[in-house]
Each structure stands twice: as C-alpha cells, then as structure tokens.
Nanobody, 116 residues
Framework: QVQLVESGGGLVQPGGSLRLSCAAS????????MNWYRQAPGKERELVAT????????NYADSVKGRFTISRDNAKNTVYLQMNSLKPEDTAVYYC?????????WGQGTQVTVSS
C-alpha cells in the first residue's frame, strides 16, 4: 500500500526558509516521478515542483522558480522541497504526490504559514 508522509511545515516569517520532506513506502520509489503540490485556503490545488525518477530533471511553477528546490534521495525513499525567500502568498498546505498505474496517491499534507 502506497504511503506518503510529509513533514517539516510550520510558521515562518517572510524571507525565511523551510525544508519539507516526504517519506514514501509501498512502491518502488526510485522508479517514479514525484510531485509537490500546494493548496491555499479557497484556492485550487496547484503543482509546485516535479522531479523525475533519477532526479536529473526538475520543473517548477513560475511562482516559485528561483526560490524553491526539489530533490530526492532514492536510498532513503524521500523527496524534499527546500523553500527559501518565503512570501505570505506561499502559505498553504503542501502535499506530496505520486502517479502510478493504480492511480494518484497523496500524503496528508503539511501546513506552511508565512507571516510576521
């Protein structure tokens, strides 16, 4: 059974940094592209960053380019999202996601709040 467990969220001041982690289990992690999404109150869930199975290709939403970095450690079955220069508009619940033959799988999410 696929499990995705996010951690690392919290309250941070504008301009600060956070590092999110997503621990995966129940599937061959190193074979799959991994995604980070976020959903702010009253808004639709949006794709933030993507990393291919080997980690060689990454893509980002325009709103986070140059500030966020996605990475993965296939030995630890973990994907990360380093978030720098955080802005109030980055406030959201952040979700880890993988799409497999069995469907789209989500973690429970971790809250990130950027506020002074």
């Amino acid at each position: 059974q696929v499990q995705l467990v996010e951690s690392g969220g919290g309250l941070v001041q504008p301009g600060g940094s956070l590092r999110l982690s997503c621990a995966a289990s129940g599937f061959t992690f190193s074979s799959y592209t991994m995604n980070w999404y976020r959903q702010a109150p009253g808004k639709e869930r949006e794709l933030v960053a993507t990393i291919t199975s080997g980690g060689s290709v990454t893509n980002y939403a325009d709103s986070v380019k140059g500030r966020f970095t996605i990475s993965r450690d296939n030995a630890k079955n973990t994907v990360y999202l380093q978030m720098n220069s955080l802005k109030p508009e980055d406030t959201a619940v952040y979700y880890c996601n993988v799409i497999r033959w069995s469907g789209s799988h989500w973690g429970q999410g971790t809250q990130v709040t950027v506020s002074s």
